[in-house]
């Protein structure tokens, strides 16, 4: 339980970080 928290906390970092660097371009 622990690690698919950790996973989806990867992924909505992650998810947030890619849309910032292409409006960055």
């Not at 690690?3 to 371009?25: A, G, H, M, R």
Request: charged content about 10%.
């Amino acid at each position: 339980m622990k690690l698919l928290s950790s996973i989806f906390y990867i992924l909505f970092k992650f998810q947030v970080s890619v849309p910032t660097n292409f409006n960055s371009e």
